[in-house]
């Protein structure tokens, strides 16, 4: 696709996409003789290297998605007479992924940032190709404005929701979008210089009535337009991310009709086939966003309910096509926020539900509307689902580790594991999960107890972390639970680790572990705030909860969950959380990835994007 986009970006012109040669220096295509040969010869130059680049990325591209179904092969073809023949791609893609899987500081890994350090050096590689005359600053200009509008096609394709990465390799928009900000950052790199040098040029020559020219006022509106949505990007995104993403997408409708009205002309410059092809993308993806948010309106409602700690449930009326739970979809209540739509992770489809912590914004909105009208009815409507979750059946050990409100993601991958599971099944499921408050459990109370009652609840060891101590009652002050052997650990304490993720965000030390049954009873005469399903629950049983006090030791339980595996076994770590945690995880399963080990997998779902 990327190779016949750029085959559009291609002009007639001798001048690069955002500023004119032709306005600056006064000769028209009509014109003959050797000075009109150079500018061809140019232009040529100029198409060829955005051809070339053009084919570089859509080689890169082909390299992931044959990697992936090369490894989607071997995973299926492993129990077959056949497997022994890729036996050495399996063995070469451990050890590269061994080393490129670990975390690095300020990207998601290694082998994130030896994508980046590719892509830049294609950018740097094309912007010098064919260049013969390095003297001549409007040639250097040129050649930045091309590849400033190649890559625009760029980061509309990396941004778009319905990509067709998603169903080619293993990454959705959400995966993407790092790239997609590392590309932005590169075209503005990119514009910036092509104007800088231009206006620097012209100025130098004292010939200031081309910087006066319509096609050249319109250059600084665009300009302008990049820079505030990249200061946007740095700044507002922090501090209110609904104000971003207005900003944004009001910046990006500026910047397209900027770029159309500097370069206007179809026929000789064809720089507005590029301008179009770009709005029409970004259209196409939102007209099928649209169609499905309209579409799934129809006759759909959302009942809320206000949780313990600031946490919010939503149960649907009508079910979401192609919904899973693990995957996320954006939620539109009119009633709250009639102008705006907003992810969150799917734990159940059956009705679809979905758990909410409250920040701020829509979220503290929604919270205190659930408290204020609890089991209140609004009209609703949902939109796609999104993300790519791994087939948890292929595997056959599934360590699930949730930091938090991340466990929406965990409990949805667990859910959906069971419900899948038949009596033949031999998947053993190991369920970490810390969590800071006691209120926060009961949350997945309902989850909970569909774990633990489940026929094939003997297949999940669930380990349940409380990393904020409560505070003791008097009976309990001066006095220590003690096991059998008086260790002051009672029953299967689990080993901690120096310092945590969890630990770090209470600001506390934490005691040792210490593990206790938990009952999670709600009193539905007491708390109207919690679903039927709940007083359902709460009236007819409790859920005895071995609750272990304290941080877990996250690298220790997966290196033994790893380890546990036989070599001919395959292992999947899903993690969903804080940012610490997932680096951790990350590190430790790649710690765990050896030729002659079980084969490792790992899926991070994280909370922003």
């Known amino acids: 696709m990327l190779p016949w986009i750029f085959e559009r970006l291609v002009p007639g012109t001798a001048e690069g996409p955002l500023l004119s040669i032709r306005s600056a220096t006064g000769h028209g295509w009509g014109e003959h003789g050797p000075k009109a040969q ?22 890169l591209i082909a390299v992931f998605i044959i990697v992936h179904w090369i490894r989607f092969a071997a995973a299926r073809l492993r129990l077959t007479k056949r497997a022994h023949t890729l036996i050495p791609f399996a063995l070469v893609s451990r050890v590269v992924r061994r080393s490129f899987m670990r975390g690095l500081p300020g990207l998601t890994s290694v082998g994130h940032a030896m994508l980046i350090v590719v892509y830049v050096t294609f950018n740097v590689a094309f912007t010098v190709y064919g260049v013969e005359d390095y003297s001549q600053p409007t040639t250097w200009s040129s050649r930045l404005g091309w590849m400033a509008t190649g890559n625009m096609v760029l980061v509309v394709f990396l941004a778009l929701k319905n990509t067709p990465l998603a169903l080619l390799t293993p990454y959705s928009y959400e995966q993407l979008n790092r ?10 790199v990119q514009s910036t210089a092509h104007g800088v040098i231009y206006v620097v040029y012209f100025a130098h020559a004292g010939r200031w009535e081309i910087l006066h020219e319509d096609i050249v006022i319109v250059a600084y509106v665009l300009l302008a337009a990049l820079l505030f949505s990249v200061m946007a990007g740095l700044i507002l ?6 104000s971003f993403y207005i900003v944004h997408v009001l910046c990006f409708i500026v910047i397209v009709i900027a770029l159309g009205l500097h370069r206007p002309k179809i026929d000789p410059d064809k720089v507005l086939i590029a301008t179009l092809l770009v709005a029409a993308l970004w259209v196409s993806d939102r007209l099928i ?33 192609r919904a899973r739970p693990g995957k996320h979809c954006y939620v539109w209540l009119p009633q709250i926020r009639a102008f705006e739509t907003h992810p969150f992770t799917i734990v159940s489809d059956d009705p679809l539900e979905l758990v909410i912590n409250t920040y701020s914004g829509f979220t503290r909105d929604l919270h205190e509307f659930a408290a204020s009208r609890p089991g209140a009815m609004l009209k609703a409507s949902l939109e796609g689902p999104y993300g790519t979750t791994p087939d948890t059946m292929s595997y056959d050990k599934v360590v699930l580790v949730a930091g938090g409100a991340g466990a929406t993601f965990t409990f949805g991958l667990a859910a959906d594991m069971l419900r899948r599971m038949d ?19 009961s949350w997945f109370t309902q989850h909970l107890n569909n774990i633990r009652t489940h026929v094939h609840a003997s297949k999940v060891a669930l380990k349940v972390h409380l990393t904020r101590m409560p505070a003791p009652s008097l009976t309990d002050r001066g006095s220590n639970p003690q096991s059998a052997d008086g260790t002051g650990k009672a029953g299967c304490s689990l080993p901690t680790s120096p310092i945590s993720p969890f630990e770090k965000e209470t600001g506390s030390p934490l005691s040792p572990s210490i593990p206790s049954p938990v009952f999670l009873r709600e009193d539905p005469e007491k708390d109207a705030n919690i679903s039927d399903s709940e007083k359902s629950l709460a009236t007819s049983s409790s859920i005895e909860l071995p609750l272990i006090y304290g941080r877990p030791d996250t690298e220790g339980l997966i290196r033994a969950a790893v380890q546990s595996a036989a070599k001919d076994q395959r292992v999947l770590i899903a993690v969903c959380g804080p940012n610490g945690l997932i680096e951790k995880v990350r590190n430790t399963a790649a710690s765990c990835i050896h030729v002659g080990g079980p084969a490792v997998e790992l899926h991070c779902e994280q909370f922003g994007w």
């Open 179 to 188: 790239l997609h900000q590392i590309a932005g950052y590169t075209t503005v």
């Open 423 to 441: 009596e033949t099944s031999t998947q053993r499921i190991e369920f970490i999960w810390a969590v800071r408050r006691h209120d926060n459990l």
């Open 289 to 321: 966003r649209f169609g499905r948010l309209a579409y799934n309106a129809v006759n759909n409602s959302a009942t809320v309910y206000s949780l313990p700690g600031g946490g919010t449930r939503i149960v649907f009326k009508k079910p979401l096509p």
């Open 38 to 59: 150079r500018l061809l010869d140019r232009q040529k130059i100029h198409e060829a290297a955005i051809k070339r680049y053009a084919a570089s990325l859509s080689a």
């Open 237 to 242: 995104k922090r501090l209110n991310y609904e």
